[in-house]
């Protein structure tokens, strides 16, 4: 399941980037139809992440050992993807973006608005650094649910639904400028708050 999601994310990009593929009306219609994979793999896969963690659970782990596997999980690879990205910028002479380079490398930068730093340097971490937000709250919640009797399970999903449909709303609130420089003509700071806003309750897509 993850195998087909990540292709998902993986076909979107190769089809929507520019660049890659001559403009055509044929590439428009592909990229048309496929454009939506990169959502839908991307808000599947939080969602299945968050489904093994908790299925996977158990009473008498704590919070501390549940960090240290996750960041021993995630850092390591991220550093070395990070210092291979940092390696490509310098050998072309590209240094626009390595002022946010322990931004990145500490996971925290979709904590701002700005798209061009929440993808910048490395641009599929902002999915980590989403993760590692899960991460880090996911200790207190379980305890939560735990406490939740099963016939009431119903009624607290139906209501996270709620929260879910609620965020674009909210965005009608936040600053209409600046535009998002890529993509569909919607402001930065609602591009962010319904998709990298690290404490947005998933799967939201603009």
């Known amino acids: 399941m993850r195998w087909w999601a990540a292709l998902g994310v993986f076909v979107y990009h190769a089809v ?14 592909i990229q ?19 489904f093994v963690l908790t299925w996977s659970a158990r009473p008498k782990d704590t919070a501390v050992s549940f960090w240290r596997r996750r960041a021993v999980r995630i850092y390591p690879n991220h550093w070395a993807g990070l210092l291979l990205a940092v390696g490509v910028m310098v050998l072309v002479n590209d240094y626009t973006q ?4 322990v931004r ?21 971490s902002w999915t980590l650094a989403c993760e590692m937000f899960f991460y880090l709250c996911f200790p207190l919640p379980i305890l939560l649910i735990r406490k939740i009797a099963p016939a009431r399970l ?7 639904v709620a929260v879910v449909f609620l965020f674009p709303v909210l965005t009608a609130l936040l600053p209409a400028q600046p535009v998002m420089p ?3 003509p919607v402001s930065e700071s609602a591009s962010w708050f319904v998709e990298r806003f690290p404490a947005q309750p998933r799967p939201v897509q603009p």
């Open 16 to 29: 929507t980037l520019p660049g890659i593929f001559a403009l055509s009306a044929s590439t428009k219609s």
């Open 182 to 184: 890529f993509g569909p």
């Open 98 to 101: 390595l002022h946010d380079v």
């Open 32 to 50: 048309f139809i496929l454009a939506p994979a990169g959502s839908l793999g991307v808000s599947f896969l939080f969602v299945l992440s968050g």
């Open 154 to 160: 119903y009624y607290w999903a139906a209501g996270i």
């Open 104 to 124: 990145v490398a500490l996971l925290v930068q979709t904590w701002t608005p700005s798209f061009l730093v929440a993808t910048g340097v490395s641009g599929v």
